[in-house]
C-alpha cells in the first residue's frame, strides 16, 4: 500500500519515540512472558500455561490481516490513542478478576484481547513512525526505538516480577524453616495430631505455625501399601480442607472438564511417549522409605477476602530427604486452624543419619499480581495522556481511494508475497527455525519456579526475576547489538551458520540445569546468561532475513506477513510443550528442544542469500 508523505513536524522525535516504543513492549511482555509467570505462582498446571498462553500469540501471527484496516480507516495517531486507553481500561479488569473464583479463563479473554489490541497498536505505532519521520531520521532513531521496547521487555520481564517478589514478601508472614532428620531406625518417634477444635486464635500479627518444627524420621523400610495410604490420606485431607485442589492434569478429571490436548493427542500417542520417554515415576510410587508428616497452620484467621498462599519445600541439605506431597497450600478464614499436612519421605537406601532444611514461605500472591496490574492500567493510562500531547497530527492531508482500489491494492500485497522466488522453503524456515527455541521459552520460567521435587529450581519471584528478566535480558541485548555488527561486517549468509549455532545449541544449559539441579545462583543466573547471550546473538539472523526477503514495493506490509510466520513458529510448538513436558519430564523435554533445532540446521543449505545483503556499505566524501 502506498505510504503517506510525512508532514512538518513540530515535536522532538525524543519526545515521542522513547515513550511510543516503550508502551509498544510492556503488553507484548505481560501477555507473553509475565502471564506465565503469574498463572504457574497461582498454581495452573505447565499443561494449560503453555497451551493457552501460547494461543495469545495469535493476534500477533494475524496482525496483517487487519493491517490495510489501520492504513485506510482513521489516521495512525488515531489507533494509537484509542488502543493504549482500552489496554489501559483490560489491565484494570484483569486486576479485578484476579481474586474471583474463575480468574483463570476470564483473564485469559482478557489477555487475548490486550494481545489484540497491542497488535494493532503494533501496526498503528510503526506505520507512524514511518510517516513522522524522514528516511535520515528513520534511520537515527531505528536504534532507539529498538532499545526501549528491549527496555520495556527488561521491565516487564525483570521489574515487574521483582516488584510482585517484593508485594508477596510484604503480604507474607516470616519464613519457617523445618530441620528434618533422618535417625536410627531403632529411635521412637511420637507422632503429634492438631486438631482443629483445639486451635484457638492468638492475638498480634498472623503467623504461620509448623507442628512439630523438628521432623524425625526413623530409616527403616515401610510397606509401600502403607506409603501409599499415607499420601491418600493427607492428599485427601488437604483436598477437603481447601488447601489444595485436585490435580486438573489427572486421566481422573471428570470429563465435564476436558483437557484441550486431549482433543489433538491420542491415547496411543501419549502411552508410547509416556513409556519411551517418560519422566521418573514420582516419588512415592518408587520409594519404600519411611515417612513422616509436618502440619501448618495459621494463628488467627486472615482478613475477609484474604487469601494466605504457602510454599513449602527443600532449601538445603541431604535430598535423600524429600517432600513428596504438599507443595502448596492456601488459607482462609474457613480454614485457617484445619492443619494442611506434607509428607516428607526418606529414600530407602539411607543408611546414615542426616539432615535436610526445609522451609515454609507465604504470602498474597493474588492481592500482589492485583496490585501490578492495576500499575500497569495507570501506567498505559499515562502513556494516553502524554502521547495526546506529543504525537504530533500529521496525516491531515490523507489520499482518498475508492473502495474498488483499496481492496485490489489488499489483495496485490499479498499476492506479491507469495510469489516471490523460493517463498515456500523460506516460509517453512520462518516456522521452523526457532522450533526448540518456541517450546524452551514457554516452559524456562515454570521450571525456574517448580520446586526441585518435581524436577525444578525452586527459585523465589525474587530470584527468577533477578536471573532471567535482568540479567538474562540484558545479555540478550548484549548478543543482539554483537550479531548486528557482526552482520554488518561480513554479511548475513557467511554468519548464517553461526547465528543458527548460538540460538540453538546454548539451548542445551537447561539439559545441565535440569540434570543437576544446582543451588547455587550465580551458576544457574551463568548458565541462563549462556543462553540468552546466544539466542539474542542468533536471533539476529532471523530478523535480517524477514528484511531479505520483504524487499520490494510492499516491503512494509511483506515484513508484517513474515512477523505472523514468526508468531505462529512460536505459537504451534508451544502450545504442545506443556502437554509433552508433564509426560516426559524436564530432563528428556530439554533434550527434545535440543534435538528439535536439527531441521532448522538442515533447511540453512538450501536457502538462497544474496552475498552482499547486510554488509554495510561507507559512503564515499
Known amino acids: 500500500m502506498p505510504d503517506e508523505s510525512p508532514k512538518l513536524k513540530r515535536t522532538n522525535p525524543w519526545s515521542w519515540v522513547p515513550t511510543l516504543y516503550f508502551a509498544e513492549g510492556i503488553p507484548y511482555t505481560v501477555v507473553t512472558v509475565l502471564s506465565v509467570v503469574m498463572y504457574k505462582m497461582l498454581g495452573i498446571s505447565n499443561t494449560k500455561i503453555a497451551f493457552y498462553t501460547s494461543l495469545l500469540n495469535l493476534p500477533w501471527a494475524l496482525k496483517p490481516i487487519w493491517g490495510p484496516i489501520v492504513d485506510n480507516l482513521k489516521t495512525k495517531r488515531w489507533w494509537v490513542l484509542t488502543m493504549q486507553f482500552i489496554m489501559g481500561i483490560l489491565f484494570a479488569c484483569i486486576a479485578l478478576t484476579i481474586p474471583t473464583d474463575h480468574f483463570f479463563q476470564v483473564s485469559i479473554a482478557l489477555l487475548w484481547l490486550v494481545a489484540f489490541m497491542s497488535a494493532t497498536h503494533d501496526v498503528a505505532a510503526d506505520g507512524f513512525y514511518m510517516i513522522g519521520l524522514d528516511e535520515g531520521d528513520q534511520a537515527l532513531y531505528n536504534g532507539i526505538r529498538s532499545a526501549f521496547y528491549r527496555i520495556a521487555m527488561l521491565m516487564g520481564q525483570g521489574v515487574f516480577v521483582i516488584f510482585i517478589s517484593i508485594l508477596i514478601n510484604a503480604s507474607g508472614m516470616d519464613k519457617v524453616t523445618i530441620e528434618v532428620n533422618a535417625v536410627p531406625a531403632e529411635n521412637k518417634i511420637k507422632s503429634i495430631q492438631v486438631k482443629p477444635e483445639d486451635i484457638q486464635p492468638k492475638p498480634g500479627d498472623i503467623y504461620l505455625i509448623s507442628v512439630p518444627e523438628e521432623l524425625n524420621i526413623p530409616m527403616k523400610p515401610m510397606k509401600r501399601e502403607y506409603v501409599d495410604s499415607v499420601l491418600m490420606v493427607v492428599r485427601e485431607w488437604n483436598v477437603d480442607q481447601g488447601h489444595t485442589e485436585t490435580d486438573d492434569t489427572e486421566s481422573t478429571k471428570k470429563s465435564s472438564q476436558p483437557e ?21 515415576k514420582k516419588v512415592r510410587a518408587d520409594y519404600t522409605g519411611n515417612v513422616g508428616v509436618v502440619q501448618f497452620y495459621l494463628s488467627r484467621p486472615p482478613e475477609k477476602g484474604e487469601d494466605v498462599v504457602v510454599t513449602f519445600g527443600q532449601d538445603k541439605g541431604d535430598p535423600s530427604i524429600r517432600l513428596v506431597e504438599g507443595m502448596r497450600f492456601e488459607f482462609d478464614q474457613c480454614n485457617w486452624n484445619k492443619p494442611a499436612k506434607a509428607v516428607i519421605q526418606l529414600d530407602k537406601k539411607l543408611q546414615q543419619s542426616s539432615t535436610a532444611y526445609f522451609d515454609a514461605e507465604s504470602g498474597n500472591i493474588r492481592l500482589s499480581w492485583m496490585v501490578l496490574f492495576l500499575c500497569i492500567s495507570v501506567m498505559f493510562t499515562v502513556f494516553w495522556i502524554i502521547h495526546r500531547f506529543t504525537l504530533e497530527k500529521i496525516e491531515k492531508e490523507r489520499i482518498e481511494r475508492s473502495v474498488t482500489e483499496a481492496i485490489k491494492d489488499f489483495f496485490s500485497t499479498f499476492s506479491t508475497f507469495f510469489r516471490k522466488k523460493g517463498i515456500g522453503l523460506s516460509i517453512i524456515f520462518l516456522l521452523i527455525f526457532r522450533l526448540g527455541e518456541s517450546q524452551l521459552v514457554k516452559l524456562s520460567a515454570p521450571f525456574m519456579l517448580d520446586t526441585r521435587e518435581v524436577g525444578g529450581l525452586g527459585l523465589t519471584a525474587g530470584q527468577y526475576g533477578l536471573t532471567y528478566g535482568t540479567i538474562g535480558l540484558l545479555f540478550l541485548l548484549s548478543g543482539g547489538i554483537l550479531g548486528g555488527m557482526a552482520v554488518s561486517k561480513v554479511g548475513l549468509k557467511k554468519m548464517i551458520w553461526w547465528f543458527a549455532i548460538m540460538i540453538n545449541v546454548p539451548n542445551a544449559a537447561y539439559i545441565f540445569l535440569s540434570y543437576l ?105
Open 517 to 621: 539441579q544446582p543451588s547455587s545462583l550465580p551458576v544457574i543466573i551463568s548458565a541462563v546468561a549462556f543462553e540468552t547471550f546466544g539466542y539474542g546473538f542468533g536471533f539476529t539472523a532471523y530478523m535480517m532475513y524477514m528484511i531479505y526477503i520483504s524487499k520490494g514495493k510492499y516491503k512494509t506490509s511483506h515484513y508484517a506477513i513474515c512477523t505472523a510466520f514468526m508468531n505462529l513458529g512460536m505459537m504451534l510448538p508451544g502450545m504442545m510443550s506443556g502437554w509433552l513436558q508433564e509426560i516426559i519430564g524436564y530432563q528428556h523435554f530439554f533434550i527434545w528442544v535440543v534435538l528439535a533445532s536439527i531441521p532448522g540446521f538442515i533447511l540453512i543449505k538450501f536457502l538462497s542469500i544474496d552475498p552482499g545483503f547486510g554488509i554495510k556499505v561507507k559512503k564515499e566524501k
Open 260 to 280: 484441550p490436548i486431549r482433543k489433538v493427542h491420542t491415547n496411543r500417542l501419549e502411552k508410547w511417549l509416556r513409556k519411551t520417554f517418560g519422566a521418573a
